[in-house]
Each structure stands twice: as C-alpha cells, then as structure tokens.
C-alpha cells in the first residue's frame, strides 16, 4: 500500500489507485496527481520522464489550465520534439463533493510504439507507391518494344511482299532469257544456213544468246540471294512473334505484381490510419 499524500480520501484514494493503472497501462504511462496549487504524487514510467517532481507547482498552462478552468477533461497528443518521446496526455478534474475542483489527475501516455508503427506503415506506403510506378513504368516500356516489334513485323511483311513481287519480275525475266536464247539459237542456225551473206546476222545472234545466258544466271544468282533474304526475314518474323508472346506473358505479370502492390499499398494507408488512433 502507497502511503498517504494527504489527509483527504479523494487523494488518498486516488494514490492507491495509481499501482493499478501503472499495470492497466503496461507500464507505460506517467500519472500526476495535484490539487490546485502543487503536485502531490507522481507515478513516473521508465518509458516516459517529463521532468517534474513532486511540491512543484501545479502546471497551468496548456491542457491542465484548461481543466482546471473548465472542470471538464481535457485529451491531447503532443509531438516528440517536446520529451523525445509521442505521449497522449490526460488532464481529469478532481472535484470534492460539491463539485468543486480540487485538483488533477494528469496522465502522459507513450505513444512510441504507436509513433513506430505510423513510420514503419507510411515507409511501406512510399516504397510501395515507388514499387507500383516503377511496375507501370515497365509495363509502359514493355509495350513500346511490342509496339517496335510490331512495327518491324509490318515492315518485314512488306519487305517480304516485296520479295515475291519481285520474284514474279524475276519469273518474267526468265522467261523472256528462254526466249530470247532461243531466237538467238534460230538466228544462228539461219545465219549459217545463208552462208556468207549470213556472217553479220550470225554475229548478232551469238550476242543475242551471251546476252540470254547472262540474264539467266544474273536471274539465277537474284534467285539465290532473295531466298537467303527471306529466309532471315522468317528467323526474325519467327523470333519478333516469340519475343511479343514473351513480353507479353511479362507484361501480364507485372500487372499482377503492380495490383497486388496497389493492394499492399491500400492496406498500409489503412495501418497508416489505424496506428494514429491507437
């Protein structure tokens, strides 16, 4: 049992009660108990001094001056910059029997813990919102290679119509070498069949088929490098389609990855909001 602090069963009663609260609190909260001129017990807790000592006068000022005057409880919270330390501070009016006031029950409960948790909540919070924009930054650049990709993929498809126009040219040309050799294979027979007076035209039709032979393998060698080319065309065609499908199946797991932080993000907003009522 505490020892009296004054002959006066409100205070006494008061004082006795303090042990009671220290335990209701876990120890964390420092108790004053004044009457209207000085402070007459104090509880104080190790996780909270605020540096007054009993016979001191009693506080006036702030929310104690306030229940003081108004007989009506008063509930603050003050910031850490004051003791180093979050507290919410209790100021009840004692009144004696006729209802006057007598004195204060002051009260400083610490908020650290509270204080930790509102930092730790709007920590995730902000590396959760950088974490989702970063997400749709990704995204964002993941599109504009599709889109690239996509891009190529036209260019390509025209490159590769443009391939087999030419090839139809190509054909053509072919065609009109066959023939052109073989005008050139009748002009010499008929050259040889005037004799002499043929030599000239023999000439001529010898020029002819040089002329058919050396389409035909510049058409051959066209032929050639226009199947290599194609061919490339298809590798990368094939490989822009796997690299979509790929950037694609990643694009729809960051969006799940950015959802589930959104959500994350929601929830420590609500523990954000939740550690400042405690």
Do not use: W
Request: aromatic share 4%; glycine share 4%; hydrophobic share 35%.
């Amino acid at each position: 049992m505490l020892p009296p602090i004054v002959e006066n069963t409100i205070f006494d009663s008061l004082n006795e009660s303090l042990q009671y609260i220290d335990i209701l609190f876990d120890h964390h909260v420092t108790i004053y108990i004044t009457d209207t001129e000085k402070i007459l017990k104090i509880l104080c807790s190790d996780k909270l001094s605020l540096r007054s000592k009993e016979g001191e006068p009693t506080p006036k000022a702030g929310a104690p001056g306030k229940a003081l005057k108004s007989g009506k409880p008063v509930v603050e919270i003050l910031p850490k910059e004051l003791y180093g330390v979050p507290f919410r501070s209790y100021s009840i009016p004692i009144k004696d029997n006729n209802n006057n006031v007598i004195g204060l029950l002051l009260a400083a409960e610490s908020l650290e813990n509270m204080d930790k948790v509102l930092t730790l909540s709007e920590n995730v919070s902000s590396s959760l919102k950088k974490m989702s924009l970063a997400s749709n930054d990704i995204c964002g650049e993941i599109q504009k290679i599709v889109d690239s990709n996509s891009d190529t993929y036209n260019a390509l498809n025209k490159a590769n119509n443009n391939v087999e126009d030419t090839n139809e040219i190509l054909k053509f040309i072919q065609g009109v070498s066959s023939q052109t050799n073989l005008l050139g294979l009748n002009a010499a027979i008929e050259a040889s069949r005037a004799g002499d007076s043929g030599k000239g035209f023999s000439v001529v039709a010898q020029e002819i088929r040089k002329l058919s032979k050396s389409s035909s393998e510049s058409v051959k060698k066209i032929n050639s490098v226009l199947k290599e080319i194609t061919g490339s065309m298809e590798l990368v065609t094939s490989s822009i389609n796997k690299s979509n499908s790929n950037f694609e199946a990643a694009s729809s797991a960051i969006e799940e990855i950015t959802s589930s932080i959104q959500e994350l993000s929601s929830t420590a907003e609500i523990l954000k909001e939740l550690a400042k009522k405690i």
